[in-house]
């Protein structure tokens, strides 16, 4: 058997076993990088260090020593997280040279568990698109598809994993950053309760910068929820100037068995209405939870997707202005002056939320302390909600065209291009677990998932029901 192809558990339990080494696993996996570069998804490759990394993991499993649950496993990390001594270029052309001497709180986790980084995989140009091409690596495709795209803006951590480059990839998630690639390339995806990860040393903000945005999770993508569940054991915790104060306890999992969940299924809304193919997953999920004796609510929404949205795209703005230059702040703070009252264009509201005053932001925290208020009454009731991850299946990849040009095609009537993460933004600004599982296919082989929300730090019960409902297919 090809070891490539298995799940991060599967082959941790191959080199537990002795059937492989770190050193002949490693190289597997360069090769296959190696033997298919038309998958663009692996951009800068640590082959010496990672051979070097591996012989050690060798050796301290010959020794029969702890080394960690990562011992010895090849994996990949998104190209926004730096790396010690590898380039960290988030797909800039400014970062090209970039060559951090201190590794993300997340990638110093992974290195602590024994695990083998092979290389960074790629992202669009400081994370700042949801699908995945720069002017310094290119394009990463759909593995399903080369005409669609593999999403963003961890498109080149999703391919990884899809493309069997990699068993496991460690990303970032702020608007379905981690959760829209995983949809489009049919693989898991896990976004942490908001601060269960240190952010720190991702990209953006800017290299050398200590505050990044209050809605981006750090979070793995597997092909298994059961390897998420792995992979946020090694991740999680306090950063460490936290660490001497308090240490983090996931609660367990809610329950152990499908049939014993509350579930809410929220499967449409007007406000971002999903194509036929994802009405019909939806159905079939609503089947397989009622043949598993599972209990469902589907009436009940816990928030207004409208408003929510609008309160996202405010909050998001606004994080993203702080790297600005100040002659670009400057010019946006003239253009919102300019607006005219009232207009409520998508480029009027930008600037608006870019350039908020102070006092409109604190508002907006509220509002949004409010409204994390009414999710959580809502998981009093019910354990996890289900919805789309998104209208569609993976769309045409349109990286050659200028963002304003760019559309979806939602049964035949062209939408939004950003109408592709409305779904994905309910978790965002509430801080709350998320997951994508792989459930289904168009009748044109691309993948179709589901999203998975949970409760403020129940990640546990989201992975754990994640895996029963995947077991059910």
């Known amino acids: 058997m090809d070891l490539t192809h298995d799940t991060a558990l599967g082959q941790l339990r191959a080199l537990d076993r002795g059937e492989v080494s770190s050193r002949e696993l490693t190289e597997a996996h360069l090769e296959r990088v190696a033997r298919h570069p038309e998958h663009n998804a692996v951009v800068t490759l640590d082959r010496e260090g990672a051979l070097d990394a591996a012989a050690r993991a ?194 367990a999992a809610r329950h152990g068995n499908l049939g014993e969940f509350r579930v809410g299924l929220w499967a449409d809304d007007p406000y971002c209405s999903v194509d036929a193919a994802t009405r019909e997953l939806l159905e079939g999920v609503a089947k397989r939870l009622q043949n598993a004796g599972a209990s469902i609510e589907a009436t009940t929404r816990p928030v207004d997707m409208a408003e929510s949205d609008r309160l996202f795209r405010t909050l998001m703005f606004s994080a993203t202005s702080a790297s600005a230059s100040a002659d670009a702040f400057a010019a946006e703070v003239q253009a919102a002056g300019a607006l005219t009252p009232g207009e409520q264009s998508p480029g009027a509201q930008f600037l608006r939320a870019r350039t908020i005053r102070h006092r409109d932001w604190l508002l907006a925290d509220d509002e949004r302390r409010r409204v994390r208020q009414q999710w959580a009454a809502y998981f009093r009731d019910v354990d996890v909600l289900v919805t789309p991850a998104a209208p569609t299946a993976a769309p045409p990849d349109q990286t050659e065209l200028p963002v304003p040009e760019r559309y979806i095609i939602v049964d035949g009537e062209r939408r939004a291009y950003w109408d592709q993460t409305t779904w994905l933004n309910l978790a965002g600004p509430v801080q709350l677990p998320a997951a994508t599982v792989p459930l289904g296919f168009t009748s044109d082989g691309l993948p179709l998932a589901v999203q998975i929300i949970g409760p403020y730090l129940g990640d546990l019960t989201v992975t754990r029901f994640a895996g029963l409902l995947a077991s059910t297919g």
């Open 58 to 251: 060798d050796e301290q499993r010959s020794r029969g020593g702890s080394g960690g649950p990562l011992l010895g496993l090849p994996v990949t990390v998104k190209d926004s997280l730096e790396t010690e001594g590898l380039r960290t270029a988030c797909g800039a052309a400014e970062l090209e040279g970039h060559v951090p001497d201190r590794d993300a709180d997340a990638v110093v986790r992974l290195r602590q568990a024994g695990a083998v980084i092979i290389g960074k995989t790629n992202t669009p140009s400081m994370c700042q698109d949801i699908q995945t091409g720069n002017p310094l690596f290119g394009t990463t495709p759909n593995p399903h598809d080369p005409q669609r795209t593999a999403g963003g803006s961890s498109g080149g951590p999703a391919a990884a994993v899809a493309a069997r480059l990699s068993p496991l990839d460690i990303g970032s998630d702020l608007a379905g950053s981690l959760r829209l690639p995983a949809h489009y390339c049919g693989v898991h995806s896990l976004r942490p309760s908001y601060g269960v990860v240190p952010a720190r040393g991702h990209i953006p903000r800017p290299p050398g910068w200590l505050a990044t945005s209050d809605m981006l999770s750090i979070g793995p993508l597997a092909r298994s929820s059961a390897d998420l569940e792995l992979a946020l054991g090694v991740l999680a915790g306090p950063s460490p100037e936290d660490s001497a104060g308090w240490q983090l306890t996931l609660p």
